[in-house]
């Protein structure tokens, strides 16, 4: 159902700024549901001249026409395909990144939807880092907005989250995160308990777990200056009550919890924040002071609490190196360790069949629950 | 020195007055004495400026003075004037009086904003020192406004706001001016030291309102211990009680009034120990206990009878081994002692058996504890004064 050659030119000769809006709309809308599907997105992959007019198009007089090219674009970049055409045939960056700093710009939540999307690999996301540069925008600037509340009062900007996960791939934006000199990552700590975004807030985890990769920051983050263990603990805190004893022994900010408090909702988030606080266990310094904040309660509570099969595997290993003897000699970084080759296979089969055994335990008790009345697994 | 006449040779004039000195004595010289007093009064030679120029007393100080802001100078010149004045009198650390010389220099009203931030900025410092923290927030603000880039106004600002406890707001102005400035140390150290304190105080809070919570959950158990053992409490006279006659007071209402008159007994008990009644970890009261002796006009005041003793238990002991100072006639023995307490109601007296419990007394139809303590009156029985107490009165044996 592609189109021939001359009808590609008809319908590109529409897709002008001076084009009637009526015929115009037509065109945009055909391209919208060409970008619906695989084939179309295909299709349009070899046509760099329609990626380039889609772009021209989002600066047009009429808003049902942006709409439409943001839509089409939307779709296009989900395809990952479609990023060095884009990045390569188009503008379509420095286009994008000047209206994300404009702070009247209404369709502005199109735009992080957009750049999320093209960043999620590391070849465009290097681009794109790269033309942030160049636009002398620079991560700084992204992270301003991202923390600036009310910057755009037409669009909530909660996808820059993602898109800071996922510039932080890159190790020159985990530089930048991590600066020492600077006041960055301090500013996204405390978005992993904003209630008002699960995006939001999964970014921002997912970009505090992907600069906690780097060890040799894992002192700094867990010192004074940034202090990131409570931010990691407060989501998977709940009301339970401590004794005084067990509260005073805590972090400032996980000390005597209301009884309203939540836990975060939503179980990829929980298991990020477990996989980030285990990043810290690998370094022998990390470890020490993980323990020497007795955040042990916190676990325990939060392992009687959760019910969610892979969450609680990610739990008991944390719990298990934190309340485990330290490791011999030699052993002290396993993130340094040298696994021999049969011995790395042989973790690996382990750690698949553990992975189906969960996946046939949540199989199992999902069947249950539909054949029982609703209720919670007891443990 | 008079200007010589044309043509005249103006040494013979110098050589003239140079001469006189070796005949006359010159006029109004330092005497020896107090030359050194004399030169302090010297404005050149002056240490420090006194605390009020009087033109009449230092007429050459007040002159000066009058040049410096002298009206015909521009008014940036005299904004400046003011501002180096200010600065002076900031060094010395005379703050009040540079905050004087600070705001002459803004009434001044000149069109360099950036010579108004800066004495909107060192006001603010002056203030500061001077424990006029919202005003010197005010200053702060005014000089970010005219200078959105003047960091000593935005480190000033922040500085401020911690003082006052508004921590989110001092970590917006530290935040600000990261924007401008993001490695400056001093920016960084200020929002740290907000985000610690701001994080504390919400850490203090958290507990304080736990802490109530318990204090409030041993409340509501007391009242309901007293309760279940049909004990009746005197509630005071309702006018005094705050608030008791509207009816949408608060949220628990009947129990939080109740527990408020309970504090109130408690509190405006006459002995002001400030003692009321608990309950141990067992769920037993302990009672403040008053006894009174009439016929001495003496008083006893036990902090803590467990309702489960009995009056001999504790009349053993505070009637044992010695007597009170106050017993004159040496009759006040455990074995002679009767105790009464009062139906204030009825007023009626009600004789205790002194074997039995203080719980058993009080759960006593006609007992009713007043201002949270139950008190008890001590006669000798059969004593003249005895006798004489108790004629006109109804007297009642307590039945159990």
Redesign the interface.
């Known amino acids: 159902m592609m189109l021939s050659d001359g009808e590609a030119n008809e319908l590109l000769s529409f897709l002008t700024l001076e084009t009637r809006p009526d015929v115009k709309g037509h065109a945009t809308e055909y391209i919208v549901g060409l970008t619906g599907n695989p084939d179309g997105c295909r299709y349009l992959r070899s046509k760099p001249d329609f990626l380039k007019a889609l772009v021209t198009l989002t600066s047009d007089a009429s808003i049902a026409i942006i709409k439409d090219c943001y839509h089409a674009l939307i779709n296009l970049s989900a395809d990952e395909t479609l990023h060095q055409p884009l990045l390569k045939e188009t503008n379509i960056l420095p286009t994008l990144l000047q209206n994300l700093l404009d702070p009247e710009y209404v369709l502005a939540d199109r735009i992080c939807t957009i750049l999320s999307n093209l960043t999620r690999h590391e070849r465009t996301c290097r681009d794109v880092f790269r033309v942030l540069q160049e636009q002398n925008i620079g991560l700084?600037k992204v992270v301003?907005i991202f923390?600036t509340e009310g910057f755009n009062k037409k669009a909530s900007l909660h996808y820059l989250g993602p898109l800071l996960s996922n510039l932080a791939q890159l190790p020159e934006a985990r530089h930048f995160i991590l600066d020492k000199?600077?006041?960055v990552i301090?500013?996204l700590l405390p978005y992993t308990q904003y209630e008002e975004s699960t995006t939001r807030r999964g970014g921002v985890v997912g970009t505090l777990r992907n600069c906690c990769f780097d060890y040799a920051h894992h002192e700094w983050l867990l010192g004074?200056?940034v202090d990131i263990l409570?931010h990691l603990l407060l989501p998977l805190a709940g009301p339970e009550e401590l004794s005084e004893e067990e509260?005073e022994g805590l972090p400032?900010?996980l000390?005597?919890?209301?009884e309203d408090k939540t836990r975060e909702a939503d179980p990829d988030i929980r298991k990020m924040l477990l996989e980030t606080l285990m990043l810290f266990t690998a370094t022998k310094v990390g470890r020490k002071i993980m323990k020497s904040k007795n955040v042990y309660p916190i676990t325990r509570e939060f392992h009687k609490w959760e019910k969610d099969p892979h969450v609680i595997s990610a739990c008991e290993k944390l719990v298990q190196v934190l309340i485990g003897d330290e490791p011999e000699e030699g052993m002290e970084n396993l993130m340094e360790v040298e696994i021999p080759q049969d011995v790395e296979e042989k973790l690996k089969e382990l750690d698949a069949k553990e992975q189906q055994q969960i996946e046939n335990e949540a199989q199992e008790s999902e069947e249950k629950n539909q054949n029982e009345s609703p209720k919670g697994l007891e443990r | 020195m008079a200007a010589p006449a044309q043509g005249e040779d103006s040494d013979d004039g110098m050589d003239e007055f140079m001469e006189s000195f070796k005949t006359k004595k010159y006029k109004n010289a330092f005497n020896e004495g107090n030359w050194e007093e004399e030169f302090d009064k010297v404005p050149m030679f002056m240490k420090t400026a006194p605390e009020e120029i009087d033109p009449l007393k230092h007429p050459d100080l007040a002159c000066i003075q009058s040049i410096i802001h002298d009206d015909d100078r521009t008014p940036e010149e005299q904004a400046r004037n003011y501002k180096d004045e200010g600065n002076e009198y900031f060094k010395e650390k005379n703050f009040k009086k540079a905050v004087v010389s600070y705001t002459e220099g803004l009434k001044k009203n000149c069109v360099d904003l950036e010579l108004s931030a800066i004495l909107y900025t060192n006001r603010a410092a002056a203030h500061f020192h001077l424990g006029n923290i919202r005003s010197a927030l005010n200053d702060a603000t005014a000089a970010k406004k005219l200078k959105p880039d003047h960091i000593k106004a935005i480190l000033r600002g922040a500085q401020c706001c911690i003082e006052l406890h508004h921590y989110s707001e001092a970590l917006q102005w530290c935040d600000e001016g990261l924007r401008l400035l993001p490695i400056d140390k001093n920016l960084q150290e200020l929002r740290a030291k907000a985000d610690k304190q701001k994080r504390e105080a919400e850490r203090d809070a958290r507990k304080a309102k736990v802490k109530a919570k318990k204090e409030q959950n041993e409340k509501d158990a007391l009242l309901a211990a007293i309760k279940e053992r049909g004990i009746k409490l005197l509630k005071p006279e309702a006018s005094q009680h705050k608030g008791s006659d509207s009816e949408d007071d608060d949220g628990d209402g009947g129990s939080s009034r109740a527990l408020a008159d309970l504090e109130l007994d408690g509190i405006s008990s006459q002995e002001a120990t400030g003692a009321h009644v608990y309950m141990d970890e067992q769920g037993v009261l302990y009672w403040p206990v008053l006894f009174l002796y009439p016929e001495h006009e003496q008083t006893d005041f036990i902090s803590a009878f467990c309702e489960n003793s009995s009056f001999i238990d504790h009349l053993a002991v505070m009637f044992g081994e010695e007597l009170p100072p106050w017993d004159t006639e040496r009759k006040y023995r455990p074995q002679n002692l009767q105790l009464f307490f009062e139906d204030h109601e009825k007023g009626n007296l009600y004789q205790v058996d002194l074997e039995k419990p203080l719980l058993s007394v009080l759960q006593n139809q006609r007992c009713t504890v007043k201002a949270g303590t139950p008190s008890f009156i001590v006669l000798v029985s059969g004593s003249p004064f005895c006798k004489q107490f108790l004629s006109g009165k109804k007297v009642k044996r307590l039945k159990f």
């Open positions: 700084a301003e923390c000199e600077r006041c301090q500013r004074d200056t409570p509260n400032v900010d000390q005597y919890l209301p």
